[in-house]
C-alpha cells in the first residue's frame, strides 16, 4: 500500500484527537506514515502506534518549535520528497491550512481543505466538503500532483489499530527565508478546565438570550462536563471570548449533544452546530428556528430551566 503522510497535531509529544481521526482516514487510504515536528516523538509514540501508524518520521531541526508557518512547510516538503506518499493529510485549523497552503506551492500540488470525510477512489482520495452554511455537500478529487487534504476536527470517529511502527528521523536545515519570523514569547491561554470546544463531546452554547450573563451556561456545562460555546451575537457584545463562537465564522462542532440556550437558530449559526448528533434547544420563543432543527426544545426562560437541569444532572450523578 502507498504512503499516506499524516502531519501530527501534537504539543510537545500529547497528541491531539484530531490527529487519531487523521491516522483513523489514512488507514482506508494507505500506509499511515505519522510525522511529528520538533520534539515530543517518545510522547506521541504510543498514541500513534495505537492508531495505526506504520512509519514514524521525526523532523529534526534545530529551534524549529521557535518558529511558526514557513518551516514546517519545509520541513513537510522534505519528509514528501523522501517518502514519496500519494496523499498528505492535516488537520483543517488556522495554522495547519497555511502549512498546507505553503506546502501546496512548493509541490505544486492540489489541495483541499476543511473535508468533512475522505474515501479511497480510483483517481485517489475523494474529499467531501460541507459547503454555502452547511446546505450543500461537495464531492472532489486533486487531480494534480500530490493530493493536500486538511481535515475537520470529529469528521469521524477515532479508531484504534495497533502497529508496531518503524521510526526515522530526517534532518533539515531551514532556509534564511523559513527564520524570517522568529517566536519571541509564548503565553499560555488561560485554562478554563472545560474540554476543547473542538474536541468535546457535550457543548452547552449561549445566545443573545442570555444578555451576557453566562452563569447558567457555565453552570449547565460543568455539571455535564461539556464545553461552552456562543453565538455571533454574543461575541459581538463583548461577553464572551472570540475564541467560543459556534458558526459560519467560528468553530464547526459535530458534538454528540449541543445545547442552544437563548439562541435563536440563524442560518449562520446552524452552519457551525447542525451536525450535532443530537440539539437540545431552550428559548422562550416557541416560533425561534432553532426549534425546528432541535431534536428536544424545552420553550421557557433559560434562567428558569438550565438551574433545573443542572439541578436535576447533579441529583442524578449523586
Ligand atoms: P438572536 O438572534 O437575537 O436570538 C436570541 C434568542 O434568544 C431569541 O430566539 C430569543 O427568543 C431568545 N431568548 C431571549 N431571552 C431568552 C431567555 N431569557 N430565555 C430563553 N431564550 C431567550 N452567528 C453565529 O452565531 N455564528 C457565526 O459564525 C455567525 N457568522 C455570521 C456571518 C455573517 C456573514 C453574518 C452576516 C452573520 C453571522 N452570524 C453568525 C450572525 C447571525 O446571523 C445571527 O445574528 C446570530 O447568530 C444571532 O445570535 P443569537 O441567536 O444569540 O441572537
Redesign the pocket.
Known amino acids: 500500500m502507498s504512503p499516506i503522510l499524516v502531519l501530527v497535531d501534537h504539543h510537545d509529544g500529547a497528541v491531539r484527537k484530531s490527529t487519531t481521526e487523521l491516522l483513523t482516514i489514512a488507514r482506508r487510504l494507505g500506509d499511515p506514515v505519522a510525522v511529528v515536528i520538533g520534539h515530543g516523538t517518545d510522547l506521541a509514540l504510543p498514541t500513534l502506534s495505537a492508531y495505526g501508524a506504520t512509519s514514524v518520521v521525526t523532523v529534526d531541526a534545530a529551534d524549529i518549535d521557535d518558529y511558526l508557518i514557513v518551516p514546517r512547510s519545509e520541513a513537510l516538503a522534505a519528509v514528501v520528497e523522501k517518502v514519496q506518499p500519494s496523499a498528505i493529510l492535516l488537520t483543517s485549523n488556522a495554522k495547519t491550512k497555511e502549512i498546507a497552503a505553503h506546502l501546496a506551492v512548493k509541490l505544486e500540488s492540489g489541495i483541499i481543505t476543511d473535508a468533512v470525510d475522505v474515501q479511497p477512489g480510483p483517481d485517489g482520495p475523494v474529499t467531501t466538503q460541507s459547503v454555502f452554511a452547511g446546505n450543500y455537500a461537495v464531492q472532489a478529487t486533486v487531480t494534480k500532483g500530490t493530493p493536500i487534504i486538511t481535515v475537520k476536527p470529529n469528521a469521524t470517529t477515532p479508531e484504534e489499530a495497533p502497529a508496531t511502527p518503524s521510526q526515522e528521523t530526517i534532518e533539515v536545515t531551514l532556509s534564511d527565508q523559513a527564520r524570517a519570523v522568529k517566536v519571541t514569547d509564548h503565553a499560555p491561554r488561560e485554562r478554563t478546565g472545560r474540554p476543547d470546544l473542538n474536541e468535546a463531546a457535550v457543548i452547552v452554547s449561549g ?3 442570555t ?1 451576557g450573563d453566562f452563569t447558567q451556561v457555565e453552570a449547565l456545562a460543568d455539571a455535564l462536563g461539556a464545553a461552552v460555546g456562543a ?4 461575541v459581538d457584545s463583548g461577553w464572551y471570548p472570540h475564541a467560543f ?6 468553530h464547526v462542532v459535530s458534538p454528540q449533544l449541543y445545547v442552544a ?9 446552524r ?2 452546530m447542525q451536525t450535532a448528533k443530537t440539539i437540545v434547544a ?4 416557541g416560533e ?1 428556528p ?1 426549534l425546528q432543527l432541535a431534536d428536544f426544545s424545552v420553550v ?4 428558569t430551566v438550565l438551574p433545573q437541569a443542572t439541578e436535576e444532572i447533579k441529583r442524578r450523578q449523586g
Do not use: E, Y
Open positions: 445566545g443573545r438570550g444578555g453565538s455571533r451575537a454574543v463562537q459556534i458558526g459560519q465564522t467560528g440556550a437563548g439562541i435563536s437558530g440563524a442560518i449562520q449559526h452552519a457551525g431552550v428559548n422562550k420563543d425561534a432553532i421557557g426562560d433559560l434562567f
